[in-house]
């Protein structure tokens, strides 16, 4: 299961708190994603990243934030501006992001509002 | 933008017989459709993928067809086994201007033994 890493496995979180779910690869890739995941909704793009200190917003980037400061670090923070955070968080990676195919996903972070 | 469509949502069969995921996207100007398998509480994997430029992709038991005109394309699994029991999402999306997936929601495929 090497190659792309997420951190937590689980996250509990208060209404009005920030978390901050940690994606790590060590695959050399130039382009990393977010995506989040819900029942019966597939995977929907939340942020996207080509190089470092520089990323896009995806389709429902509203009540997330990013940054790529590192080539191999991609963290995705859930603000208390989310209004349902609730979900299964996915990180990928690719070569690049112009051009390149296969997306290498991570294993997951669900988080859960209490 | 684009827009994905997959169905069935759930697909039942009997361990033996074929399977198909049919998926039809909006926007002409896609170029790549893979086709990803996501088992119980696992990461998404790619098991097949497909260009514009070719019509069918074949992998032992697996098999993807693109229709460009109707804007569809298809997931064929022969020989189920109840190892192929997962979620299956298909996406898209246009590499020359960004890898960018488009997934559809999902079919659960259960295979009987």
């Known amino acids: 299961d090497g190659g792309i890493t997420q951190s937590p496995k689980y996250l509990f979180r208060k209404e009005g708190q920030n978390v901050t779910l940690s994606c790590e690869q060590n695959?050399?890739?130039?382009?990393m994603y977010w995506y989040r995941q819900d029942p019966g909704q597939g995977l929907r793009l939340i942020y996207y990243?080509?190089?470092?200190?520089?990323?896009q917003k995806g389709d429902i980037a509203e009540g997330y934030s990013v940054s790529r400061e590192k080539k191999e670090s991609f963290p995705l923070t859930v603000t208390s501006a989310q209004k349902n955070p609730t979900a299964f968080y996915l990180c990928?990676?690719?070569?690049?992001?112009?051009?390149?195919?296969?997306?290498?996903f991570g294993p997951g972070t669900r988080l859960t509002v209490l | 933008g684009e827009n994905v469509e997959q169905h069935p949502s759930t697909l039942s069969v009997q361990e033996g017989d074929s399977a198909v995921i049919k998926c039809t996207y909006s926007?002409?100007?896609?170029?790549?459709f893979p086709w990803y398998k996501q088992e119980l509480g696992k990461r998404p994997q790619l098991i097949i993928d497909?260009?514009?430029?070719?019509g069918e992709k074949k992998d032992q038991r697996i098999a993807v067809t693109l229709n460009k005109t109707a804007k569809h394309f298809s997931l064929h699994i022969t020989e189920t086994q109840p190892e192929d029991s997962a979620v299956y999402f298909c996406?898209?999306?246009?590499?020359?201007?960004?890898?960018?997936?488009?997934f559809g929601a999902g079919t659960i495929l259960r295979v009987k033994s």
């Open positions: 990928a990676s690719s070569a690049a992001l112009v051009g390149a195919s296969e997306q290498f």
């Open positions: 695959l050399n890739h130039d382009a």
């Open positions: 990243s080509q190089i470092v200190n520089d990323f």
């Open positions: 926007d002409s100007a896609s170029n790549y």
């Open positions: 497909i260009r514009s430029n070719v």
């Open positions: 996406a898209a999306t246009n590499l020359e201007y960004g890898n960018k997936l488009v």
